[in-house]
């Protein structure tokens, strides 16, 4: 009953007919492009950074054509996209976890109309609009994830043909988890509302520095810094206030000099 529960509400966060769950998130990845492969896709498009680590190991793993796509930190130019009929789009809703891509379900209607497979990795954006778009949505229930069981992913889809597929490869997520799943589900809304209020207080309190697109809230922030006294500033601001921060130039965030203030660990 707890999984069946668990099915029901994720139906609703994605806006798909048929979710299935696997071990992890990096499964969902994997076994999302295998599908994608299997009706005959063959090249992989992927962001040149705010995307997540296992996108540019699978298409490699899988011989798959892989090839990245420019971005504005993270964010898709809709107009420099090479989509046709032998590409999957492996897109990540909520680049970085800093900033949402408002304009998802254009990016999916543009893909139906060249022919081009998206995968819609909304780890980070469940709970919002941009999560429900995509042939596949997938997602992670992994640790500093809005949704926090500590393990499991899932895949989420309309067409009813990729069900097969995925009865032979997915559905490992552990029974004794469920009821944990459903009680983060049901928490979210409001785990949600509680990180957007604390993204919202730090960039007003950082707003003499340099915010990465400060006016499109998610759950991280993410400051440039111009010098070593510039970053040694943001540190500090970091420790007073105990938020864990990661240091970049690095794939999964962006490759500025910058810090990301990791937001979405709290709670």
């Known amino acids: 009953m707890s999984k069946e529960k668990a099915i029901s509400k994720l139906k609703k966060l994605t806006g798909k007919k048929h979710i299935f769950f696997t071990d992890r998130g990096n499964t969902a990845i994997s076994i999302g492009l295998e599908l994608a492969k299997y009706i005959g896709k063959k090249k992989v498009l992927i962001p040149d950074q705010g995307g997540w680590l296992t996108y540019r190991k699978y298409p490699k793993k899988l011989k798959l054509e892989l090839e990245y796509f420019q971005t504005e930190h993270g964010l898709i130019n809709r107009q420099g996209m090479n989509f046709d009929n032998d590409s999957i789009l492996l897109m990540n809703s909520m680049p970085g976890y800093y900033i949402v891509q408002e304009d998802t379900a ?5 893909c139906r109309k060249k022919g081009s497979f998206m995968i819609n990795d909304a780890s980070g954006s469940i709970g919002t609009d941009v999560a429900k778009y995509g042939d596949l949505v997938i997602g992670s229930f992994g640790r500093w994830k809005p949704i926090d069981v500590g393990e499991g992913g899932f895949i989420a889809f309309d067409n009813p043909e990729y069900e ?3 009865k032979k490869n ?9 009821d944990e799943l459903n009680e983060k589900l049901g928490q979210l809304p409001e785990r949600l509302k509680m990180l957007d209020k604390i993204v919202k207080k730090i960039k007003r309190q950082l707003r003499y520095f340099d915010v990465i697109n400060r006016e499109n809230h998610a759950l991280n922030v993410i400051v440039r810094f111009q010098s070593p006294e510039e970053k040694m500033k943001i540190v500090d601001f970091c420790n007073v206030y105990g938020y864990e921060f990661t240091l970049c130039p690095r794939y999964i965030r962006v490759w500025d000099s910058a810090i990301s203030i990791e937001v979405k660990r709290i709670g």
Not at 106 to 110: M, P, S
Not at 170 to 178: A, E, G, I, N, S
């Open 164 to 166: 097969i597929f995925f």
């Open 106 to 110: 254009q990016i999916y209607n543009l």
């Open 170 to 178: 997915c559905d490992k997520l552990l029974h004794h988890r469920f």
